[in-house]
């Protein structure tokens, strides 16, 4: 049989399907990676603005030099990171600073000498030091509770013995004796007062921490010694109540010569992301950038600021938001949350859409909560869902914020707590153990990543879900 002629246009499409068979597939464009992506997969400003910080300031005490250099420090940092409209904003602040720390168990056993720091804002004993008898109280509420008489002329001695839990909830209970015993023991009498250190460890190391006096009470020394230290005392005053010894009591001499500088200026550092809609309110992330000066403040709190701003940094990276995010770094903290409340007298009239912080170390966030108004359920409920393969679950807490946004949250603003594991961070917290080797590379990480999650849906939200 005779073959048919093949008629041109067949022709021309096999010779097309040919071509086209034989010539490379097109390239894919690849996609831009999501701020998630840069978080778990990309560089880590995080650690690099812990370690630098840690290492090149170091210790960052509130109304001082150090902590100047520190802002210093973080406004060249922050502008070479490409965020905009980077500036510090100072305010005055009284600032104390601590002298010499010395004390000793003297009688009725041999002397021995304590681990021993002054609280912030405790009175001094002069050059020449103090010495008395020791008054043991179990708690707070016991000092409350006793008459004057028992007190009046002797050193106090509070014996806190707070416990590690994850959520650090023991730390508003016990930290009563710091936050309030020396003001209560100077109103009934007390030469001095010295606290079982507010935390979980037994190391060697007393626990700084800020207290304070009333208006018209003149302050008395007050400090923290060590968890082993208090152990010696309490087994000191256990053998005198045994008859181990001659009837006598537990005598302490006392050397704290902390002193007050005047007003000095603190301040805070503020950075932003812009967002595409100049309108539309900001979203808040904070950290404080001061620290106390035993050690150099790696987790309390220069982590917090390296994962505020590395989520920062990842979403601006991955686009232009919406919304702007607003970096507070804060100043004056540790001694009274002074910056987080300069910030709100110099913009709490503004409209912010929601506030967080992170300022309790850099293990593992676990948790959320949220204290978002009811127009941002459907925002929490995709919050909550993107944090589920971070092995956060979600909270029945309402959300109360940080130090440094308190009287933002107060005042009516919208938060998100993301709560990290606590449960070793009193071992360290205000102590000279709080440096660079404490952080956990991997669990900071896991705090950068929930962050920027969590930024990246805040900052996309629309006007009906946050104000």
């Known amino acids: 049989m005779p073959k048919r002629p093949v008629s041109a246009c067949a022709a021309g499409l096999a010779a097309l399907v040919a071509t086209l068979s034989a010539a490379p597939a097109p390239a894919l464009q690849p996609t831009a990676p999501s701020a998630l992506d840069l978080a778990l997969h990309g560089e880590d400003p995080a650690w690099s603005i812990t370690a630098d910080l840690t290492t090149e300031i170091g ?17 060249a940092r922050l502008k070479a990171m490409g965020f905009a409209n980077v500036r510090e904003e100072t305010y005055d602040m009284r600032t104390w600073v601590r002298g010499e720390e010395k004390a000793w168990l003297t009688a009725p056993f041999l002397s021995q000498s304590l681990a021993i720091t002054a609280l912030g804002n405790s009175g001094s004993t002069g050059a020449a030091g103090l010495e008395g008898d020791v008054v043991y109280f179990a708690g707070f509420d016991a000092l409350q509770a ?24 023991g730390y508003g209970y016990y930290g009563r004796g710091r936050f309030q015993g020396p003001n209560v023991a100077a109103k009934k009498g007390a030469r001095a007062i010295v606290i079982r250190s507010i935390g979980t460890d037994n190391h060697r190391n007393p626990h700084a921490g800020v207290t304070n006096f009333d208006d018209g009470v003149k302050p008395i020394p007050a400090g923290a010694i060590s968890n082993p230290d208090a152990d010696l005392l309490v087994g000191q005053l256990r053998r005198i109540e045994a008859g181990a010894a001659a009837p006598a009591a537990l005598r302490m001499k006392l050397l704290l010569t902390p002193r007050y500088l005047g007003q000095q200026k603190s301040g805070n550092v503020i950075a932003e992301v812009p967002g595409s809609d100049p309108h539309a309110s900001p979203v808040i992330l904070a950290c404080h950038l001061d620290s106390w000066d035993l050690a150099t403040g790696a987790i309390d709190d220069a982590a917090g600021c390296g994962i505020i701003t590395a989520a920062a940094h990842h979403v601006m990276t991955a686009g232009q938001p919406r919304r702007t995010i607003r970096l507070l770094w804060a100043g004056a903290e540790e001694v009274g949350a002074f910056g987080g409340q300069a910030y709100f007298d110099a913009h ?108 990246a849906s805040l900052a996309s939200s629309s006007n009906t879900e946050l104000p």
């Open 348 to 455: 709490g009239k503004e409209r912010h859409a929601v506030a967080l912080e992170s300022d309790f170390g850099a293990d593992r966030i676990w948790r959320v909560d949220f204290g978002l108004p009811d127009s941002a359920k459907p925002l929490a409920d995709r919050i909550a869902a993107a944090l589920a393969p971070l092995g956060v679950t979600r909270g029945r807490d309402r959300a109360g914020g940080g130090a440094d946004i308190g009287a933002l949250v107060a005042a009516g603003v919208p938060a998100i707590d993301l709560q990290q594991d606590g449960t070793r961070y009193f071992d360290w917290h205000h102590t000279p153990d709080d440096t660079l080797d404490k952080v956990d590379p991997v669990q900071l990480r896991q705090n950068v990543a929930v962050w920027t999650a969590t930024v």
């Open 59 to 75: 210790p960052r005490p509130a109304g001082t030099e150090r902590e100047a250099a520190a802002r210093r420090w973080a406004v």
């Open 146 to 169: 006793a008459p004057d008489a028992a007190v009046k002329g002797k050193i106090v001695f509070i014996d806190n013995q707070m416990k590690p839990t994850q959520d650090g909830s």
